[in-house]
């Protein structure tokens, strides 16, 4: 009699975002021999970065833009193995807009090195005083020189006022950059979260601050096509199959089945992991991580402003909105425009302070577009939309990153993935990617433990991210130790 193969160990992944999509793909490329099932409770996987149909024409509308960074190489990378990066337009430039000034294009030079190809670019916005580029200057300058450790229990507020930045500063400048990139206010975030935003996503390298926006919608790039290049390459996708328990037996439960895993990647958001794990009993409980911590961070709502209108308001791809509560301004990267011209106006840090009532809001947005455009002043609202996730990303607080986990666990067969484990990245599309790869590492690493000593470095399946140019790399202090010089 012949002997047969043993079955391949079976990893489940709980959860269809980026995050756990980023895990199956990991591992369906690196060990193709794994059985591998991600359940995901929607319709459709792709997670906050999805897409509803609209009513009225039967297409997909995004939920909320979502924009990437040059810098975000797991994401591009991810797109790249699954052939779909030419669904992502790249511009490298900006528009800002500023009620009572001209406006400004942001373009860093082609030709000057990291960070100085910033320099003329910032000089070029006109909506920044002459005192308010200097403090700008020197407060930029001070971030190069802080290494990130030193910033980690500092709110951002705090040390921009100790870096001697004016109220109208961090107003007119780092807010407008800080709250759309971590989708919080500089009173509550971590300036070693800020700092990832300014150094590496602006001037450590070139192209770190190109805007990359998707151009077909969200759920067709990754609820449909990343979906199906998954399931090609042999990964069970579950759709609509809510988990309702992982158990400390490594059993995935949902209300129709059962699945017995070798190993659980676990890659639900924040506020929806410890229900997963409630069942457990208290003397294996002490090996999760810190759940009701976990699930306490605080969230930030993002308001996605749905606009159509009869008649095109500009041309413009895009434009940042300052000193308005319109932060960003997207012109429809698809679908038709013939009889509705789409428009979607991005609130980040949208609490109900800022934003009021639909109607406040909705007429607030009106009048500040038809200020910036004059188009807009003879093209009738024809309808609209407000689209607010109140969880649309963790509070990215010096307290939060605390408490961050990482991918391993003290339970060997489980790891941890989500935009909100700990990636050194804020709330975004491509923190999420880096923690199912990081997860996938873990996985892996408790796979092999019985053939093989030697466990992966966790970052051994992570895209470096991009280099700094070489003045920048002399300048930039990464780490404490280097470059006491200069200090
Ligand atoms: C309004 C808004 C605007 C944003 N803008 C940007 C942007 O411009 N750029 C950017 O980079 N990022 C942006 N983000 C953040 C980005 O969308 C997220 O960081 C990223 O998508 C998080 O992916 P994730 O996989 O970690 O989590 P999620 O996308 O939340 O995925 C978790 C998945 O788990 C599923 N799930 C939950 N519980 C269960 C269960 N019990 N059983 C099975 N499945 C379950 C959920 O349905 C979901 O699909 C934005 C987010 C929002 C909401």
Redo the contacts with the bound molecule.
Sequence with gaps: MTKRAPAPPHVAI????????SAAETLSRVHPELRLTL????RL?????GSYVDPQTGGEVD??????MGC?TNLIDLLQACGLEQHLRRDRSLTFLHPDHPPSRFAPSRWLPPPLHLLRTLHAQRYLSARQKREIRSGLWKLMRTPVDTLRNCRAHQWLSDARQSEDTVRDFWDVILVSAL?EHTRRVSMAAARKVLIDGFAASRGASDVLVPIVPLADLFGRQLASELTRRGVEIQSG????QITSEARVI?STQTLDADAVIC???WH?IA??FDQWPDGRRDALPDLPAISAIPSSP???LHLWFDSPITPMDHAVMVGTVAQWLFRAPFGSQEKHHYYQV?ISGSHPAITGTKQTLIDTVLAELRHAFPAARDATLLRHRR?T?PN??FSLRPEVDAIRPAATTNVPWLSL????TQTDWP??????VI??RLAAAAAVNHLQRDTDSSSLAPDRFLTPGLAPGRLAGLLIRSDQRDGDAWT
């Design positions: 709980v959860g269809g975002g980026l995050a756990g999509m359940l995901e409770s929607k996987p792709g997670g906050r970065a939920y909320c833009q979502h924009a990437a975000c989708g199959q809510t988990v309702r949902t890659a639900v958001p929806r229900e997963l993002i308001t996605g991005v689209v996730d649309s990303v993935a989500g935009d909100w709330a975004t599309m491509e923190g999420a923690s199912g």
